[in-house]
Each structure stands twice: as structure tokens, then as C-alpha cells.
């Protein structure tokens, strides 16, 4: 799972580690440490929409996630689009970082920063 946090008043945007999912207890305190670290005020989530704009599985597991967070974090949670983020986030860092498999170690990071810096560009 990546992580970005952003400023809305600059629009500016920066990534932070990923995590391995576990249990979502887990996730959740992995999650509420980095809401009390950086005194961040909204969540937005990725919407894993298909190409077409349906709802696949796993974007009824997105929103099962965001019920869940929701029941146990008093905060705004929205939405954001995420089709082609990882894409994009795969085409910044190809000509920063030769390696697929170290790419791969920090594309859910940067598709987390993609998928904000559209948030912020909207807002």
C-alpha cells in the first residue's frame, strides 16, 4: 500500500514509504501514525476503476477498506480515480531508476504521489 502526503494550499505532493498489507489492524495503526506524524486532515484513497469506468472486485475491496476506515478514524475519506496511476508512476521513474525490481519496490509510493497530485490539480 503507498502513501503520499500533499499540501493543498502549494499543491504540492510527497511520497512516503509503502507498506506490506497484513491485518487490517495492523494497517490501521500503520495508518493513524501517519495521520498524528504529519497532522493530515484528509484521506484520499485510489479507486480502482476498469478502463471503462466500472466497478470491478477489487473495488468493492476499496470500498470495503474505506468503510473500515471510517468506522475507526474520525476523518474525511474520498475518493480519487486511480486508472493509470501505476502506469504513470512506472513512466516517472524509468528514467530515474534503471532496475524494474528496484522500481518496483516504490511504485505503490508513487502512484500513491500520482494519484494526490491529481487530487490536488482538481482541487
Not at 521513474?93 to 518496483?104: A, D, F, G, T
Amino acid at each position: 500500500m503507498g502513501f503520499s502526503i500533499g499540501d493543498t494550499s502549494v499543491k504540492t505532493a510527497t511520497p512516503l514509504p509503502s507498506m506490506n498489507r497484513k491485518k487490517p489492524v495492523h494497517d490501521l495503526t500503520h495508518i493513524k501514525k501517519i495521520l498524528d506524524d504529519y497532522e493530515i486532515d484528509k484521506i484520499i484513497l485510489g479507486y480502482p476503476l476498469n478502463m471503462n469506468g466500472s466497478h470491478g472486485p477489487v473495488t468493492r475491496k476499496v470500498e470495503a477498506f474505506k468503510s473500515f476506515l471510517s468506522k475507526n478514524i474520525d476523518i474525511e475519506i474520498q475518493f480519487v480515480d486511480e486508472r493509470l496511476t501505476s502506469f504513470e508512476a512506472e513512466e516517472l521513474l524509468k528514467p530515474i531508476i534503471k532496475s524494474s525490481q528496484k522500481r518496483k519496490k516504490i511504485i505503490d509510493s508513487t502512484a500513491a504521489l500520482v494519484i494526490l497530485k491529481n487530487y490536488l490539480n482538481l482541487s
